[in-house]
């Protein structure tokens, strides 16, 4: 699951700000060989084209343009669920980044002032970087400002030319570039400010005589200095910030970094990470100071998880909240809510709509399902517990089933408070036990117990005597009873 990127334009846009976002996301990401589009690929819980637009979001912008064209429909659903103030804008044939911007701009003839333009394969793209790209432009009074980074490794990118005075002359790509030009190692980031109706214009001149063949966005800065106008580069303070993606090993690369990223900010803030190697936190998740994360955790989507808590090792929580003081050992959640002090695992799975209240045990080898747990609850082993009410304070025996479900319809379960059930209990639901009551170990629970009583749902036991002599004879089994009913005799 992706989370969604800010959706909601900042209160007040900051200053300077821009008039419209255009993010580039049509093209097919033929190095990923993938049915999925590229900029869906999820990194670090959201995908590579929600975290663009969560660097963006910052800016306030009145409108957002997302130019879709490969997968328009997955990215046009996608846009939908995490970013519905965006609109798309169809490019149905990929003729180049400058096709693709020009056709965005085109639809924002009625906006005045400057746009961003951002590649939508840049996962590591920080809202700080974009306003401060936002800013440079602002201060230089440019027409047209790049991003750029200087990189131990320019292949594949754009190099930036400057000029002797430093000031940006050109973007040439790696494969239309003299062996000169490859030596540059300040590239381009693939995110520009400029002018709308400047940079509208000059992409109307951008021609395809490259060796590609396709309209290149980045000519545009050529085009300009040609005019005469002032453009700039802005060097982003941190490179990896401009690092874009375009096959899985890039993929796996970023996803390491934004992970890093999220770590180096969690420890920052008084978490103690034992292993970061092999624990793997979104950008949309939360942890409290004093918490431990033990190796091999992933903490996925919106999951928050308080102060002073344990959590793993081997835990995957998804959408969890964790209170403070807990602790979760080798667990798999998702949709679930464990209070402050509660214990889960080793071996649990917690399924959505489990709600374990302060201090409640969910213990080894059980599974819950859509099932509250009141304060001090207990289920230590072996259960399984599906739609079901448990009281504070309750104790559930060991493997118990909450029989829920009847073939057609799902049934709920209600225990009351302070209730002792034995183990091996099946409760066949719709049934309700009452507080105090207790059950009797292997009982299958078809009618309500009422508060206090005991529940017996048991045949009652009948013992065969002999049946192992006659029937198993010289059997290890019966030469073990015959040694004791001789011992029993020789005692009488
Ligand atoms: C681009 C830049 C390069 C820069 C690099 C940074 C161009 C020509 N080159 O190269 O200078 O160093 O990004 O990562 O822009 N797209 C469309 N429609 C198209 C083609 C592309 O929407 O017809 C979109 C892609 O989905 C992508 C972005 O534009 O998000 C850039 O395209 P991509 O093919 O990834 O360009 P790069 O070769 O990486
Ligand atoms: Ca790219």
Known sequence: MSAPAPSAPAPSAPDPSVAAVVVLAAGQGTRMRSRTPKVLHPVGGRSMLGHVLAAAGPL??????????????QVEAHLAAVAPQARSVVQEQQNGSGHAAALALA????LAGPVLIVNGDAP??????????????????DVLTVLTAAVPDPTGLGRIVRDAEGRVTAIVEERDATPEQRAITEVNAGVYVGDGAAVRAALARVGAANDQGEQYLTDVLGLLVGDGAQVGGHRAADPEDTLGCNDRRELAARRRTLNDRVLDDLMRGGVTVVDPATTWVDVTVEVGPDTVLHPGTQLLGATVVGEAAVVGPDCTLTDTEVGDGARVVRTHAELAVVGPDVSVGPFAYLRPGTRLA?????????????A????????PHLSYVGDA???????????????NYDGVDKHHTTIGAHARTGADNMFVAPVTVGDGAYTAAGSVITTDVPPGAMGVARAAQRNVGGWVGRRRPGTPAARAADAALDRTSDDA
């Open 107 to 110: 639809t924002l003839t009625d």
């Open 124 to 141: 590591l793209l920080r809202g700080s970087t974009v306003q401060a790209l936002v800013q440079a432009h602002h201060d230089a009074g």
């Open 389 to 403: 009410t448990i009281g504070e304070g309750t104790n559930i025996g060991a493997a118990t089933v909450f029989v």
């Open 60 to 73: 306030g912008a009145a409108a957002t343009v997302v130019v879709v064209g490969s997968g328009r429909d």
């Open 358 to 370: 302060r201090g409640a045990k969910v213990g080894t080898f059980v599974e819950t399902k859509n």
């Open 372 to 379: 509250s747990l009141g304060e001090g609850a207990k289920v």
